[in-house]
């Protein structure tokens, strides 16, 4: 069973602060890596995506691939309270996406 | 481009109920997705037709859930009967390549609730 683990929160992280969410996967062939915003009652929306190992840099988004480690990460810097919403790691498996339980992120004003 | 569409945005049955969901995906997408996000979880994958052929369907509960995408275009999705546990949104999603290698683009969904 391919899975893909992310802590639940609330994370919660004072604006302006740097935000750090984690995302564990189980497929070691895994070869594509979404991170998706869901904000309450909407649909996902993608974010990030990263397919090589290092850091990908999207405005004040980074997203960290550590295949190695079976790990990767988002970083938000300069956190704002419109950046409040679930983060749902998504990983490429036998030709489908397997979905973390999203994380919750609170930015504090 | 114009995104993915679904309707209705919201529904309230009874249990025991029949209803459909209708989503058309994005222009040219060959790959469209059916999923039920129910509150506080991550999306459940529940059917993945690639054009009008089905690839996945190993977590559709056959006994009550059904899907077709009879012109490789539009999809529905129905329940028949509904339960209680049903409840949930339903997330229509598209995307260009088999596999998804490049993500997925999500309609707005339709929040169903089974009473």
């Known amino acids: 069973q391919k899975e893909v683990e992310q802590n639940s929160g609330p994370l919660s992280v004072p604006e302006g602060a740097i935000a750090s969410l984690n995302c564990t996967y189980s497929d070691r062939v895994s070869q594509s890596f979404f991170w998706y915003r869901q904000y309450s009652g909407k649909s996902p929306e993608l974010i990030m995506s990263i397919y090589s190992n290092g850091d990908k840099e999207d405005g004040r988004f980074t997203a960290q691939l550590n295949k190695a480690s079976q790990y990767v990460s988002l970083l938000i810097r300069d956190s704002q309270p419109s950046d409040s919403a679930t983060y749902l790691c998504?990983?490429?498996?036998?030709?489908?996406?397997?979905w973390g339980a999203g994380t919750k992120l609170i930015i504090k004003p | 481009e114009a995104g993915v569409a679904q309707s209705p945005r919201y529904k309230i049955i009874e249990k025991r109920q029949s209803v459909a969901f209708w989503c058309n995906p994005i222009?040219?997408?060959?790959?469209l997705y059916w999923y039920q996000q129910i509150l506080g979880q991550g999306p459940k994958l529940l059917i993945q037709?690639?054009?009008?052929?089905?690839?996945?369907d190993s977590q559709l509960p056959k006994d009550r859930f059904s899907a077709e995408r009879l012109k490789g275009v539009d999809s529905t999705l129905k329940i028949q009967p509904a339960k209680l546990e049903d409840s949930a949104v339903y997330l229509c999603?598209?995307?260009?390549?088999?596999?998804?290698?490049?993500?997925?683009?999500f309609g707005s969904g339709t929040r169903l609730t089974v009473v």
């Open positions: 999603a598209s995307s260009l390549n088999h596999g998804g290698g490049n993500g997925y683009t």
């Open positions: 998504a990983v490429s498996s036998n030709y489908q996406l397997i």
């Open positions: 222009s040219g997408h060959a790959t």
């Open positions: 037709f690639q054009n009008n052929g089905v690839v996945d």
